[in-house]
């Protein structure tokens, strides 16, 4: 345990002290959040007015509460990819080698990198959440109350674990930081697109929302705007058809749809909680064929 916590220390450090890193795992964050203040907020908010026929205050809540969930996903991939690349410095500068040969049980060397990616994944998304409780609140929502932060809560944990298992599996066949700095910027942008952060899910064809429903990032997305989005809907959509919501929870991404049928949030996760078995399976029988290599 003390070697893992030794480790995890240093990746830790090395992940701060790193200011490009910290801010290229920002990165897809940041061109979201920019993107929606300069005028895709502004856009959202004049199509729900136009749908609904009256102008209401919640409005705007109700955009940054669907907009700050995805947010929150995308960081915890690209948090836990950004961190992951310490594995692939060590690798490339034969420093995992030399944990690999040395007395320390292999376990614990591959433990502290998923353990310091969970940490720093964890610390930041928690912060972003506590910021984006405010921020709703302040465009005109409502607090969201203790079972629905437990249930927030909850969703991140699983969404990190499921990231962060993922992120090592792709880190371990890399052997070169430069091809990994490509390969973090196409996930980075390609997250986007899955949690529907920079366009909305209705928008892209049936095949490709059968595709990307089915992944884990996208299903915590829209099971954390499930949680943001319920005191909202009732009071924007209190005077419109049910069908109207309905149509706006599937184009939105609220709700997912797998070749026409719409995913319960407890099919979502379970079947995270399936991709992590996965991962970790994968993740363990790679890394026992690399010690054995060794």
């Given at each position: 345990?003390?070697?893992?916590?030794?480790?995890?220390?240093?990746?830790?450090?090395?992940?701060?002290?790193?200011?490009?890193?910290?801010?290229?795992?920002?990165?897809?964050?940041?061109?979201?959040?920019?993107?929606?203040?300069?005028?895709?907020?502004?856009?959202?908010?004049?199509?729900?007015?136009?749908?609904?026929?009256?102008?209401?205050?919640?409005?705007?809540?109700?955009?940054?509460?669907?907009?700050?969930?995805?947010?929150?996903?995308?960081?915890?991939?690209?948090?836990?990819?950004?961190?992951?690349?310490?594995?692939?410095?060590d690798a490339q500068g034969e420093a995992f080698n030399d944990f690999l040969v040395s007395p320390?049980?292999?376990?614990?060397?591959?433990?502290?990198?998923?353990?310091?990616?969970?940490?720093?994944?964890?610390?930041?998304?928690?912060?972003?959440?506590?910021?984006?409780?405010?921020?709703?609140?302040?465009?005109?929502?409502?607090?969201?109350?203790?079972?629905?932060?437990i249930k927030s809560l909850g969703i991140m944990s699983l969404l990190i674990l499921s990231s962060?298992?993922?992120?090592?599996?792709?880190?371990?066949?890399?052997?070169?930081?430069?091809?990994?700095?490509?390969?973090?910027?196409?996930?980075?942008?390609?997250?986007?697109?899955?949690?529907?952060?920079?366009?909305?899910?209705?928008?892209?064809?049936?095949?490709?929302?059968?595709?990307?429903?089915?992944?884990?990032?996208?299903?915590?997305?829209?099971?954390?705007?499930?949680?943001?989005?319920?005191?909202?809907?009732?009071?924007?959509?209190?005077?419109?058809?049910?069908?109207?919501?309905?149509?706006?929870?599937?184009?939105?991404?609220?709700?997912?749809?797998?070749?026409?049928?719409?995913?319960?949030?407890?099919?979502?996760?379970?079947?995270?909680?399936?991709?992590?078995?996965?991962?970790?399976?994968?993740?363990?029988?790679?890394?026992?064929?690399?010690?054995?290599?060794?």
């Amino acid at each position: 345990m003390s070697n893992i916590l030794s480790l995890s220390v240093r990746n830790l450090r090395l992940f701060f002290r790193d200011k490009a890193l910290v801010f290229f795992s920002f990165l897809s964050v940041i061109i979201i959040l920019g993107l929606y203040v300069l005028f895709l907020g502004e856009i959202q908010v004049n199509n729900i007015k136009a749908m609904i026929g009256i102008e209401l205050p919640q409005i705007n809540a109700l955009v940054y509460a669907w907009m700050l969930p995805g947010v929150i996903a995308v960081s915890s991939m690209t948090l836990a990819l950004g961190n992951m690349g310490r594995l692939v410095d060590d690798a490339q500068g034969e420093a995992f080698n030399d944990f690999l040969v040395s007395p320390m049980k292999r376990t614990s060397l591959i433990f502290s990198y998923l353990f310091s990616s969970m940490l720093i994944t964890v610390m930041i998304s928690v912060l972003m959440f506590i910021f984006s409780i405010f921020i709703v609140k302040l465009k005109g929502g409502e607090w969201l109350d203790f079972n629905q932060i437990i249930k927030s809560l909850g969703i991140m944990s699983l969404l990190i674990l499921s990231s962060t298992l993922l992120s090592l599996y792709l880190a371990s066949f890399v052997k070169s930081q430069n091809t990994y700095g490509v390969i973090n910027s196409m996930v980075g942008t390609f997250i986007g697109f899955v949690t529907g952060a920079y366009m909305p899910m209705g928008i892209m064809p049936v095949f490709v929302q059968n595709i990307f429903n089915i992944l884990p990032v996208s299903m915590g997305a829209s099971l954390l705007r499930q949680v943001y989005l319920e005191p909202i809907f009732s009071e924007v959509f209190a005077q419109a058809p049910a069908q109207m919501l309905s149509d706006y929870r599937y184009f939105q991404g609220v709700d997912l749809k797998v070749f026409g049928y719409i995913l319960s949030p407890q099919i979502m996760v379970i079947s995270i909680i399936g991709s992590i078995i996965i991962l970790f399976s994968l993740n363990f029988f790679r890394f026992r064929h690399l010690s054995k290599r060794s």
